[in-house]
């Protein structure tokens, strides 16, 4: 009877996705199309779009930043959302 042996590799530790909360509220409003970076500069610009800026802010309330509360991520998200301008200061 022949028997497989795997080796198993230690599980290296990962760190986590985003490491601030206004990091996080960036990438959910990218995730959620109601922001778009452009494309020669890379600066976040602000799309306009309400469906896509209540779809952000309903998962900052239901899929909170961890250690942060649901009130938080909301305060980030208009945090972030009041920074962006709708055009490319490079451009």
């Known amino acids: 009877m022949k028997i497989n042996v795997q080796r198993c590799l230690p ?3 990962t760190r986590p996705a ?3 909360l206004e990091g996080w509220a ?3 409003l990218i995730e959620h199309h109601a922001v778009r970076e452009c494309e020669h500069h890379g600066h976040a610009l ?3 779009d ?3 800026r209540n779809r ?3 998962t900052a309330w239901n899929h909170p930043f961890p250690g942060a509360t649901p009130e938080q991520c909301l305060a980030a998200i208009e945090d972030v959302l009041r920074g962006i ?4 200061p490079d451009c």
Request: net charge negative; hydrophobic share 20%; with cysteine.
């Open 11 to 13: 599980q290296q530790a």
């Open 18 to 20: 985003y490491r601030s």
């Open 26 to 28: 960036l990438g959910t």
């Open 46 to 48: 602000d799309r306009s």
């Open 50 to 52: 309400p469906d896509a």
């Open 56 to 58: 952000a802010r309903e």
């Open 85 to 88: 301008g709708d055009s490319c």
